[in-house]
C-alpha cells in the first residue's frame, strides 16, 4: 500500500466536470488527488500563417500553472515561457492533435488552455486527459452547426505517469512519488492502445528492459481507465 492507501496499479481519485466555464467553446476541470488543471477550448476561424491556403486544421496547446498552485509562490511567466513549459505545450499539442482529423478540420485552430490550479505530480498528464474533454466538445459544437462531419473525431486520448520507486512499479505518482522515483515515465496512448509518446528517463541506475515493458504495461492499464472516464464525462453532457 502507499501512502494515500492506494494499490500500486491504482489510479488516484480522478474527476472530470465537463462544460465547467460558461465562455469557452469546450472545457473541462479534472482532479487527480489533489491535482486540478483547468482545461478550456477556444475555436479560431485561422490558422497559424505557415498553414493558410492548405485547406486542413490545427490544435494546439497552451499550458500555465497558477502562482499558488505549489507549496511556494511560482512566479508567472511574465518574461517568456520556461524550457519546462515550451516542452509541456508541444507535449500536449501533439497529443490532442492524434485524436482529430485535422483535413477534416477546415481552415480552423482549436487552442487548449491548460491552467494548474494545484500540483502535486502528474499536471502535464491531467492536461492531455483534460484537454481531451474540453476539446471533443468544441469539436462536438462545430459538428452541431454543421460545419463539420463527425469523423472530425479520432480516437480519445489519454495520458498517465508510472515509476519505479523503492523497486515497486507505481501508476499516476503524485509528487512524493515522482521526487522518490528512480525511473519516471509520461505515456500518453489512445483507446486503441497504441502509443503517442513516451517520456521517460532513469534518474539514476540504468534498468532493464523487462521493467520497461512492466512500466507500459501499467501505463496501458491507466490510460484505458482514463479514457472510460473520459466517455462518461461527455456522455453526461
Known sequence: MRKDGRANDALR????SP??????????????????????ASIEATVPPWMQGRGTGWVTGEYAMLPRSTLTRTPRETKGLSGRTQEIQRLIGRSLRAAVNL????ERMI????DVIQADGGTRTASV?????????ALRRLIGDGLVPESVLSSPVAAVSVGLVDGEALLDLCYEEDARAAVDFNVVMNASGEFIEVQGTAEGKPFPRSRLDDLLDLARRGV??????QSQALRAT
Open 13 to 16: 481519485q480522478v474527476t472530470i
Open 19 to 40: 462544460n465547467y466555464l460558461g465562455y469557452a467553446d469546450g472545457s473541462a476541470l479534472i482532479t487527480c488527488g489533489k491535482t486540478r488543471v483547468l482545461c478550456a
Open 103 to 106: 483535413s477534416l478540420l477546415g
Open 111 to 114: 487552442i487548449v488552455d491548460c
Open 129 to 137: 486527459t483534460g484537454g481531451l474533454v474540453a476539446l471533443h466538445l
Open 224 to 229: 484505458s481507465d482514463l479514457i472510460a472516464l
